[in-house]
């Protein structure tokens, strides 16, 4: 503990004296999270404001003031670049007040924005205190609406700086040791940097609520990195070695939240499921591995993403949501036997470009979706939580930002309508 407090005050030193900038997050990508509480077959909600307390999770699933929690919610990626002017922070609470209205609970959000144009980190260890004071205001008003978060920490991929910003950091100051966006995961002063990071945004003092957001339940969970890749190591070892560095950290900080990777499922190159269920022989070349990825100690729950329609090009629809419910049986199977784990679809999707694209397509593939994971909570098995990723948003006219659309969030209709069938079912049993 002591050599963790030392690490943690020197990483102090290194942010003293900073001044901050600020970012937007313009893009948005919408998903569905709902907490039901299949015990009684009747949908829950979190309490407001007063007598929050945190999530936990027993085994392969989540628990709430001792009962069990069902998540079903959505992703706006946008809500802290929006909370930065006033002319656009109003779509923020009407999105949570949206959301709310339709028995939402969650929603997972970006906790960063790494250099560019109003970033919050502007460079290492310098943040700009008005996107810090936006990022405040998303959890402020997540709480008042009785909505959590899960926030991301970081990107794999170029938008919003992401890993590629931080090599660029350390490149620019003649420090890198390489200028592969890989480096991110095995350059000591990268990890340095990284660090930093983590420990001044769950050490934050919310100038709203006033709460440490280490201490604010409002926070369901952190998502470490948005689907981790490290293409220059298939093998999967550098990117284990930083994930069980970084999930260490967080929880050496912060032991009330919940931790997960922010994977996107795919299995590693030792794995038997690899040319089994992999979408194709490059998902196992990716330097990650979900089984050996989620099997961490500090891993709370596990992750999926469902895009069958982008992992595949040649196959028709029928073949892809086939594929779909083999993807998700073989998640659910592994979470139920061998991790002993929550696994969450924190993302899934089906993309309205697709040549053959047909509107009840999307339907048809929510249902599936929906109905897997139905079956695995009835039989309280690791596989209930899910979050729809494009549905529950709209572009305007006149902008590309993302407002509520609450008669077209298909998978809220599609999962309500669902609901009702499944408790007519029920109660006709009985």
């Given at each position: 503990?002591?050599?963790?407090?030392?690490?943690?005050?020197?990483?102090?030193?290194?942010?003293?004296?900073?001044?901050?900038?600020?970012?937007?997050?313009?893009?948005?990508?919408?998903?569905?999270?709902?907490?039901?509480?299949?015990?009684?077959?009747?949908?829950?909600?979190?309490?407001?404001?007063?007598?929050?307390?945190?999530?936990?999770?027993?085994?392969?699933?989540?628990?709430?003031?001792?009962?069990?929690?069902?998540?079903?919610?959505?992703?706006?990626?946008?809500?802290?670049?929006?909370?930065?002017?006033?002319?656009?922070?109003?779509?923020?609470?009407?999105?949570?007040?949206?959301?709310?209205?339709?028995?939402?609970?969650?929603?997972?959000?970006?906790?960063?924005?790494?250099?560019?144009?109003?970033?919050?980190?502007?460079?290492?260890?310098?943040?700009?205190?008005?996107?810090?004071?936006?990022?405040?205001?998303?959890?402020?008003?997540?709480?008042?609406?009785?909505?959590?978060?899960?926030?991301?920490?970081?990107?794999?991929?170029?938008?919003?700086?992401?890993?590629?910003?931080?090599?660029?950091?350390?490149?620019?100051?003649?420090?890198?040791?390489?200028?592969?966006?890989?480096?991110?995961?095995?350059?000591?002063?990268?990890?340095?940097?990284?660090?930093?990071?983590?420990?001044?945004?769950?050490t934050r003092k919310n100038t709203i609520t006033g709460i440490e957001y280490r201490n604010d339940p409002t926070i369901f969970a952190w998502e470490l990195i948005n689907e981790p890749r490290c293409i220059?190591?298939?093998?999967?070892?550098?990117?284990?070695?930083?994930?069980?560095?970084?999930?260490?950290?967080?929880?050496?900080?912060?032991?009330?939240?919940?931790?997960?990777?922010?994977?996107?499922?795919?299995?590693?190159?030792?794995?038997?499921?690899?040319?089994?269920?992999?979408?194709?022989?490059?998902?196992?070349?990716?330097?990650?591995?979900?089984?050996?990825?989620?099997?961490?100690?500090?891993?709370?729950?596990?992750?999926?993403?469902?895009?069958?329609?982008?992992?595949?090009?040649?196959?028709?629809?029928?073949?892809?949501?086939?594929?779909?419910?083999?993807?998700?049986?073989?998640?659910?199977?592994?979470?139920?036997?061998?991790?002993?784990?929550?696994?969450?679809?924190?993302?899934?999707?089906?993309?309205?470009?697709?040549?053959?694209?047909?509107?009840?397509?999307?339907?048809?593939?929510?249902?599936?979706?929906?109905?897997?994971?139905?079956?695995?909570?009835?039989?309280?098995?690791?596989?209930?939580?899910?979050?729809?990723?494009?549905?529950?948003?709209?572009?305007?006219?006149?902008?590309?930002?993302?407002?509520?659309?609450?008669?077209?969030?298909?998978?809220?209709?599609?999962?309500?309508?669902?609901?009702?069938?499944?408790?007519?079912?029920?109660?006709?049993?009985?």
């Amino acid at each position: 503990m002591k050599k963790d407090l030392r690490s943690h005050w020197s990483l102090r030193k290194v942010m003293a004296g900073n001044g901050m900038l600020y970012p937007i997050l313009g893009f948005a990508s919408c998903v569905a999270f709902i907490y039901m509480s299949f015990g009684d077959l009747k949908l829950s909600r979190f309490p407001r404001e007063q007598g929050l307390s945190f999530v936990e999770r027993n085994g392969t699933r989540f628990f709430l003031d001792g009962k069990p929690l069902y998540v079903n919610g959505w992703n706006s990626y946008w809500l802290m670049g929006h909370s930065v002017e006033e002319n656009t922070r109003p779509k923020v609470s009407a999105m949570f007040q949206a959301g709310a209205k339709m028995g939402l609970t969650v929603c997972r959000t970006w906790a960063f924005n790494d250099g560019g144009y109003n970033a919050l980190q502007i460079s290492p260890g310098q943040f700009d205190e008005r996107v810090f004071k936006a990022l405040d205001y998303v959890i402020a008003e997540a709480r008042q609406h009785g909505i959590r978060l899960l926030l991301s920490l970081v990107n794999n991929l170029q938008p919003y700086g992401g890993k590629t910003q931080y090599v660029n950091w350390a490149w620019q100051e003649g420090i890198g040791l390489s200028s592969s966006n890989d480096s991110f995961f095995f350059d000591p002063t990268i990890r340095k940097y990284f660090k930093s990071y983590i420990l001044t945004v769950l050490t934050r003092k919310n100038t709203i609520t006033g709460i440490e957001y280490r201490n604010d339940p409002t926070i369901f969970a952190w998502e470490l990195i948005n689907e981790p890749r490290c293409i220059t190591d298939p093998s999967g070892d550098t990117l284990q070695d930083w994930l069980e560095e970084m999930t260490a950290f967080v929880k050496s900080i912060d032991k009330n939240h919940l931790l997960t990777i922010g994977l996107e499922g795919f299995y590693g190159p030792k794995s038997p499921k690899k040319s089994t269920v992999n979408p194709e022989h490059w998902a196992s070349a990716l330097g990650s591995d979900f089984m050996r990825n989620s099997n961490i100690t500090h891993v709370d729950f596990t992750s999926v993403h469902i895009y069958a329609d982008q992992w595949f090009h040649h196959l028709g629809f029928e073949e892809k949501r086939t594929y779909v419910s083999k993807w998700m049986r073989s998640h659910i199977e592994d979470c139920d036997k061998e991790l002993k784990k929550p696994v969450m679809f924190t993302e899934y999707g089906l993309s309205d470009q697709n040549k053959d694209y047909q509107p009840a397509q999307r339907e048809l593939l929510y249902r599936t979706i929906l109905d897997i994971i139905y079956k695995s909570a009835k039989k309280k098995g690791s596989g209930a939580d899910w979050l729809e990723s494009k549905d529950f948003c709209k572009k305007t006219k006149t902008s590309n930002n993302c407002v509520p659309r609450e008669s077209k969030a298909i998978a809220v209709r599609t999962f309500d309508s669902f609901c009702k069938a499944k408790w007519h079912s029920e109660m006709a049993r009985l």
